[in-house]
């Protein structure tokens, strides 16, 4: 079945540096949608940024991230963290086209930015 | 942005006894679901329900556990009986259609069974 791997469970920055957290994919699908959701404290897990086209850049909020379906990936990135970044960022994958809009969760990454 | 309420919030519930998670949708959204959080792991999905159907179910959402929307009302999750392993934080989602639209989630509900 489909897999999401986050491979950072918690990434600490300081403010002002670059943020990277890193997310690959496995599907036997060949045109899966990929997503980007973040949770704040207290709050319900809010899309940050989707995509399914293979090598095009998609941006939202100072966030962007690039489908790379040759390495199934689909980073996020910044490029200068803020201390509002902070909170809990997970990858997901829909795999199929058709009928079947179930989403499939990497393990989360906790980003905190520290002054 | 469009939320989705879950009431309520916290539950605990004794081992055995039944137990209906209240989720409120986006007003106009069409396709509900259902996912599972045990603490340390990845949300997992559990179900989804179009037009009074549950469309696609996983193996985690066992006999014990049913979903409904009677009316336009809730879109509830029931767990008749409940057992340890039960014990999650359930969120519940909504999308307005089924293909490439977003999913909003609720804060979840977070169960301990005793």
């Known amino acids: 079945g489909d897999s999401v791997t986050q491979t950072e469970g918690l990434v600490t920055l300081t403010e002002g540096l670059p943020v990277m957290l890193n997310c690959t994919y496995q599907?036997?699908?060949?045109?899966?949608?990929l997503f980007w959701y973040v949770q704040h404290l207290n709050e319900s897990p809010r899309l940050l940024l989707k995509?399914?086209?293979?090598?095009k850049r998609t941006e939202h909020q100072g966030f962007h991230a690039t489908l790379h379906k040759s390495s199934s990936s689909f980073h996020l990135q910044k490029s200068s963290a803020q201390l509002s970044d902070s909170a809990l960022y997970y990858c997901?994958?829909?795999?199929?086209?058709?009928?079947?809009?179930?989403?499939?969760f990497g393990q989360g990454t906790v980003l905190s930015v520290i002054p | 942005g469009p939320k989705v309420l879950q009431i309520p919030s916290h539950q605990i519930i004794d081992m055995g006894q039944m137990v209906t998670l209240n989720c409120d949708p986006v007003s106009n959204h069409l396709y509900f679901y259902w996912y599972k959080q045990i603490l340390g792991q990845q949300m997992e999905f559990l179900v989804n329900?179009?037009?009074?159907?549950?469309?696609?179910k996983s193996k985690l959402f066992k006999d014990q556990f049913s979903v409904e929307r009677p009316d336009g009302s809730y879109f509830t999750l029931k767990i008749q009986p409940t057992a340890l392993e039960d014990s999650a934080v359930y969120f519940c989602?909504?999308?307005?259609?089924?293909?490439?639209?977003?999913?909003?989630f609720g804060p979840g509900t977070r169960l301990l069974v005793l």
């Open positions: 995509s399914f086209t293979d090598n």
């Open positions: 329900f179009y037009n009074g159907k549950v469309m696609e």
């Open positions: 989602a909504s999308s307005l259609d089924g293909g490439q639209d977003t999913q909003y």
């Open positions: 599907t036997i699908y060949s045109n899966p949608f």
């Open positions: 997901a994958l829909r795999g199929s086209t058709g009928g079947n809009n179930k989403l499939t």
